[in-house]
């Protein structure tokens, strides 16, 4: 047998090994998850830190998932449910100067831990708002793009949310939900897709992850 072979062969054992560990990880990470927290209502503002594992760039790398959000410098973008900001500071420095970034989540701690990341960031073009998803506490047409990571299933009334999604967003504007098998309160991808559709949002991308999905509509209204 040749080397080249040999190699081979052994770079497919190791891709086996390393799937074989991954699933087993991934295992392991939902059965604790669904021990520790059970099903409903948002993460514990306690144990925020473990949503700042680095190891969750694994799953979720900040800066492509920001590409397929579709964030871009200059825009204004809402995030639901940002707990602690493991998203937030990169989408601030996306959206650079010229641009807002706006969190909502319902938890006061949760924003108060994300304040404090700011200010350590020296990041100043963005507003915390304490508030809930079904009355977004936001003027009408006023985001260019919104997106909710783990979040949509932990919000009781969902048709609620995403009416109140449609009114604060321009039209046109990019609305993206990612969901994680992982998570307590997954969603599936066409129980998402059916209410986003019920109120509007045309789907314009689908994009598969590590253990998840991430779909993207494009808000109604536009010309």
């Given at each position: 047998m040749s080397g080249i072979a040999i190699g081979l062969r052994v770079l497919g054992a190791i891709a086996l090994v390393w799937a074989a560990v991954s699933a087993l990880l991934a295992l392991f990470a939902w059965l604790w998850v669904r021990e520790r927290y059970g099903r409903g209502g948002p993460f514990p503002a306690k144990d925020a830190f473990s949503l700042l594992n680095p190891l969750r760039s694994w799953l979720q790398s900040v800066d492509s998932s920001l590409r397929t959000f579709r964030v871009r410098e200059g825009h204004t973008v809402l995030e639901l449910g940002p707990g602690p900001g493991?998203?937030?500071?990169?989408?601030?420095?996306?959206?650079?100067r010229a641009g807002r970034v706006i969190c909502v989540d319902v938890q006061p701690a949760m924003l108060s831990i994300l304040r404090q990341r700011l200010q350590d960031a020296q990041i100043a073009n963005t507003r915390l708002v304490a508030g809930d998803a079904v009355r977004l506490p936001l003027a009408d047409g006023c985001v260019d793009e919104a997106f909710l990571v783990t979040v949509l299933g932990e919000i009781p009334d969902r048709p609620r949310a995403l009416a109140e999604l449609r009114r604060v967003m321009k039209p046109g504007g990019v609305l993206s939900v990612m969901e994680t098998f992982t998570d307590c309160d997954y969603q599936l991808e066409d129980s998402v897709r059916d209410l986003c559709r019920a109120f509007g949002f045309e789907a314009i991308d689908?994009?598969?992850?590590?253990?998840?999905?991430?779909?993207?509509?494009?808000?109604?209204?536009?010309?």
């Open positions: 493991y998203f937030t500071l990169g989408a601030s420095r996306a959206v650079g689908h994009e598969r992850r590590r253990l998840g999905y991430t779909l993207c509509f494009s808000a109604p209204g536009a010309a």
